[in-house]
């Protein structure tokens, strides 16, 4: 396959990943480093061996020898063709664990014991029968269908493995397919865009890769992204609804898109004393499907804090004089009541930093100034109106308030 040389970069960057997993999880092996005997007595071999296959992998269970200066035990395997591996277990543990196969097979595993003076014992060799690999199954999976101004990738991870979901495009100038997107995630369903492209038919490429390189077999689709651009907010106007929140100190809601996201300028905030969800409405100007939004929260000692918007959701109407409805705090992406359908629920990324909210740093606040992208599902109709429904704040106080909100999609 064509697909070889660029994997490097991906690989680099999936290795970097699995590190921190791999700094964390070598509970078992830290006797290695013991005083040097000088007992050169061959160790015994290993007796009593069964195997338990599971997916890319398999657990050998064994009876130690009795050997006073036995130290470890190792396995020495092939993974994949001329990439081999050593896994060491403790004198603690009956259990060794092989994993890593490329795929579902039989494959020979060597096991010798190791004694204290680093003298290994004669070799057994066991045969081991791995299942499909993990990131083999969510291959399987990968979906490549248009999304708004690019693609869009999915893939189900039902064991929330960490996998590399690496996205490819043609050039059609050298006709060999580039890397031009690296997802790193461990959750079960995978699902993120790639924009910037008109509408021009482009041929796209996805697929997995896993912490010990192996690579999935290529997903390949020709694309026709949809058209998306920003829309105008001089086209926005407030349309007030009985059960909208009131507004206090000056930041009415038109400064919710007055392009203004310094923290200095006003926007839109909510009177203290009220109850969540806290709402706001203002109509598009257009008759739109939407892609996406981009929400500035309220930066600089505020981000993470006071009122700014951590659980929320947009309604939207394709009526012409919508009427007011109350809604709830929460509901399911779709949901009707009255006009207003739920357009998609959405959660505020936590601070960058890892870091608690109110004790975040200058990193957390400059992620917080960019503003946040988020994706409007494709399913969600089009709209003339929008309400913002806020669920949760940072402070979990009594009060709202955003910066700036930048709305994405198709008004034809």
């Known amino acids: 396959m064509k697909n070889k040389k660029f994997r490097t970069t991906a690989l680099i960057q999936l290795m970097s990943f699995a590190l921190v997993v791999l700094l964390f999880s070598c509970t078992k092996d830290k006797n290695y480093n013991e005083p040097a005997s000088t007992d050169k007595t061959k160790p015994g071999v290993v007796t009593n061996i069964r195997v338990e296959n599971f997916n890319g992998g398999a657990h050998i269970i064994y009876t130690l020898p009795n050997s006073a200066n036995l130290l470890y035990v190792m396995a020495g395997y092939e993974i994949r063709a001329g990439v081999k591996r050593e896994t060491k277990a403790s004198y603690y543990t009956d259990t060794i664990t092989v994993q890593g196969f490329q795929s579902a097979g039989e494959y020979k595993v060597t096991l010798e014991t190791v004694s204290r003076a680093n003298v290994k014992s004669d070799p057994v060799v066991v045969t081991v029968n791995p299942e499909e690999p993990y990131f083999k199954l969510s291959a399987a999976t990968i979906e490549l269908t248009a999304d708004f101004g690019g693609v869009n990738v999915r893939a189900h991870n039902p064991d929330k493995r960490s996998f590399g979901y690496i996205l490819l495009e043609l050039d059609p100038i050298i006709n060999e397919y580039g890397i031009i997107e690296q997802h790193y995630d461990a959750v079960e369903n995978v699902n993120f865009s790639v924009r910037g492209y008109d509408t021009r038919a482009r041929k796209f490429g996805a697929y997995i890769l ?9 997903v390949f689709a020709e694309i026709s992204p949809l058209f998306e ?6 086209n926005f106007f407030k349309y007030g609804l009985p059960s909208d929140t009131e507004t206090g100190y000056g930041w009415e809601l038109p400064y919710l898109w007055d392009g203004k996201t310094d923290g200095y300028s006003n926007g839109w905030h909510t009177n203290p004393g009220g109850s969540y969800p806290m709402i706001c409405t203002f109509g598009l100007g257009v008759y739109a499907k939407l892609s996406r939004f981009i929400l500035h929260n ?5 981000a993470y804090s006071h009122g700014n918007p951590r659980k929320f959701s947009l309604w939207g109407t394709d009526k012409v004089s919508p009427q007011n409805a109350v809604l709830p705090a929460y509901s399911d992406e779709g949901t009707v009541i009255g006009d207003w359908t739920n357009l998609g629920n959405f959660n505020f990324p936590d601070p960058p930093s890892g870091l608690m909210p109110g004790a975040t740093n200058a990193s957390d606040e400059a992620f917080v100034a960019a503003g946040v992208n988020f994706n409007i ?4 109709p089009k709209t003339r109106y929008i309400r913002l429904n806020v669920a949760e704040t940072w402070s979990g106080g009594d009060f709202a308030h955003a910066m700036e909100i930048t709305l994405f999609g198709d008004p034809n």
């Open 229 to 234: 651009t920003q829309l105008v907010k001089s």
């Open 210 to 218: 896993d912490e010990w390189g192996n690579t999935s077999d290529t």
């Open 298 to 302: 309220r930066p600089l000692q505020f």
């Open 377 to 380: 599902p494709l399913a969600s």
